[in-house]
Structure formats: C-alpha cells, structure tokens
C-alpha cells in the first residue's frame, strides 16, 4: 500500500449535532434569540437516516475510495462485505445528470465523486432489513479546473445544497438535499432512508424522538442552511452511541433554554433531545453504557486533598474515549487480516493511530492538544488490540 494509496479527496468531518446545538445556544442565548428562532423553528432542513458502517466513495473513472486510501481494483470485498453494489453503481452517470440540471460546463469538471455509507456491520436490524452490502449514496465532490465560485453558483442556483471544501478550493461538496437524491436516483443509486424533508430541526427532533431514544437506529443525519454559515451536515447520534462530551454540553444547553424567555417550541425541542440522552429505559445498550459511563465518573472524581494538579495525566474517560476511537477508526479501514496477509500491519497500525489522534480531537471539544502523554498512551492501546486481533486470527486459521 504506503503512501501512493493515500488520497486527498477525504470526505469532511461531521459534526456532532449535540456540540453544535449546545455552541449555537451558547453563543446567542443573550442578546440573539432570534438566531435560535430562525435556525432551530424556522429554517428548513433534509433528515435521513445515520448508518453504522463505512465511508466508500467512488469516482466518474471507476477507482473506489476508502476514508483515507485508494482500494484497488482486483480488490472484491471491504471488512469481509462484498462490494458488487458499489463496483456496479454508474458514477459517470451520475455526473451527467450533475452537469445538465445545473447546467455546467463539462470542461470545468475535473473529477466526480460519490460518497456513500457501504453497510459492512451487522449493527441494529440491519441483517433483518437485508442491506448488508448496500452503498447508501450521500453527497458528492466535483473537482474543479477553475473558477470554482461560478460552478458553486451555478449548483445552488439549480437547488443542491453545495459549499466549497476549506482545505481545498478545488473542491465542491454536494450534501444530501432533494435534488441530490433525485439526481442520484436517476443514475439508479441508492440513497438513505428519508427522515424530514423540508422541516425544521425541531420537526425533525420531535419525528424521531421515540426510534432514537430505543436505539432502533444509530442516529439522523441532517442538512441544515443558515444565513451566517451556509450549507452545514450534522449527525445527531442515539444514546447508546459513546459520545459523553456532546451529551454533557447538551444538558447544559438545555438548561439555558428552560430558563430564559424562548419560544416554547423551541424549549419542547431541546427538552425531547434531553429525553434521547436520559430516557434509556426501552435502549438496552445505552443503558449498559450509561453504567459503564458512571463507573468511569467515580473514577475520575478528585481524591480528597488531591488538589488541582493541572492535566497531566489521562483520565479515564480519556482512556474510553481512545479505545472507542479505535474501535471507530477501524471502521474506515479494511479488515486486519487482509493487512497482514498484505504483510502490512506496522503501515495499518500507523494509519489507525492517524485516525484515532483525529477521533480524539474531534470528539472531545474540550482537548486543547494531542500531547506526547496522550500520544503515547493511543500508541500502547493500538498495539495492544491488534495484537489481540492477530491473536484470535491465527487461533480461527489453526
């Protein structure tokens, strides 16, 4: 593999709606409620569905991408799953529906991508809804050769939601909205199951408040638009999913918004988002996190005449939140045993603690840096699970 699999059209982070919300209110519960009226009762949002699998792209040439690195064409299957329904999905189509209905140039198009969430984890009732193997398309980079603020006109004008990447002006990002998935239907590709279309967020919160709170779903993924900001992607995740920051600033938040003078739709909203975080009672895997959770808080509770000593250590939460970034980061990657075959287990090893390092800092919002201490420790906790997964692989081979 090494380096010439690397690629530079990684797909952006989406943020946790949870820390977006709690920042949103944060920010304008003073003197800009109207902000909160606009963004969270007003504005119109696209709802589909979250899945937990993997992030496969494909291109207008036919090369199929992983999160990080390029897949190469003999290969069949990704982390054990066939990738028929991807190798059979006609992304050159795709881009010509594109280029007509926003009328552009297709002189200008560089390179087309599709993004999609390839369904490789037999995760909720995912077996039982027979999409194991499906690639549920959702969004797109079209690579520019120039003038990109035309091409992004152009898109908007013709009803996608569109923005130009930060880290690349080259690049044009199409998020799921109704024209994206029309477009994409018509090139007969799948797409999400639909959760809120052109409804606000508090609609879309008060739909999917009772599947979310079971845990019958990993989470809801939505398309926003706001004057100040544009076009934005949130993923707003269950219970059961480990994500103790987010969910912390968010009871903050909540509490904000009860006690100040807001609309009451808008307090209804932030109170069932709440309810998803506490009221487990029907989600029986978040409830065994919740415990596991409480554990950990006993754990890191200041010893009596500790005093302040300042972060110089890893607390336990630290220490869940990096095992469960390997657990996620591994999820971008093919599985372990094709690596070792491949002879190129250090390179995977390598390639997770990259990963593991970005889970980090994108989940805990109140990291200030990725030290050597934390560094070290991401090291430790790498090596030690693949080491344990060679392990039970050779004892399955013997």
Not at 126 to 131: G, M, N
Not at 191 to 214: L, Q
Request: contains cysteine; glycine residues 6%.
């Amino acid at each position: 593999m090494g380096d010439k699999s690397k690629h530079s059209f990684r797909w952006d982070h989406t943020e946790n709606a949870l820390t977006f919300w709690s920042m949103f209110v944060t920010r304008n519960i003073g003197n800009q409620k109207d902000r909160l009226y606009e963004l969270f009762l007003q504005n119109p949002c696209y709802a589909t569905e979250k899945y937990d699998g993997t992030n496969i792209a494909k291109d207008d040439g036919g090369q199929i991408y992983s999160r990080s690195l390029l897949i190469d064409e003999g290969e069949n299957d990704f982390n054990k799953i066939n990738l028929k329904k991807v190798k059979e999905a006609d992304v050159a189509e795709f881009r010509n529906q594109l280029t007509e209905v926003a009328v552009l140039d297709p002189d200008d198009i560089n390179k087309c991508l599709v993004y999609g969430e390839f369904i490789c984890n037999g995760y909720y009732d995912y077996p039982k809804r027979s999409i194991l193997g499906d690639w549920k398309v959702f969004g797109a980079t079209v690579e520019v050769k120039r003038k990109p603020e035309e091409t992004l006109e152009k898109l908007l004008i013709a009803g996608f939601a569109a923005v130009i990447k930060s880290s690349n002006k080259q690049h044009i990002l199409l998020f799921t909205n109704e024209k994206f998935v029309e477009i994409a239907k018509q090139a007969n590709m799948d797409v999400p199951e639909n959760k809120g279309c052109n409804v606000t967020i508090a609609e879309v919160i008060a739909r999917n408040k009772d599947g979310m709170k079971k845990g019958l779903l990993e989470g809801i993924v939505m398309t926003i638009h706001d004057k100040e900001f544009g076009h934005k992607i949130l993923k707003w995740k269950g219970a059961q999913e480990f994500q103790p920051i987010a969910s912390e600033k968010a009871q903050e938040a909540n509490e904000m918004i009860q006690s100040e003078d807001v609309h009451d739709n808008l307090k209804t909203a932030f109170k069932q988002v709440c309810e998803v975080i506490t009221d487990i009672s029907e989600n029986k895997t978040a409830m065994r996190l919740a415990k596991k959770a409480k554990k950990i808080q006993e754990k890191d509770k200041p010893k009596p005449n500790q005093g302040n000593q300042g972060k110089k250590y890893l607390t336990n939460l630290d220490k869940e939140m990096i095992q469960d970034g390997i657990i996620q980061s591994q999820k971008k990657f093919d599985s372990v045993e094709k690596y070792k075959i491949k002879g190129d287990i250090e390179e995977y090893k390598g390639n997770l603690i990259n990963e593991v390092k970005k889970h980090m800092a994108e989940e805990n919002s109140n990291l200030k840096e990725i030290d050597e201490n934390i560094l070290s420790f991401i090291k430790h906790k790498v090596n030690a699970v693949i080491k344990a997964q060679l392990a039970s692989d050779d004892k399955t081979d013997k």
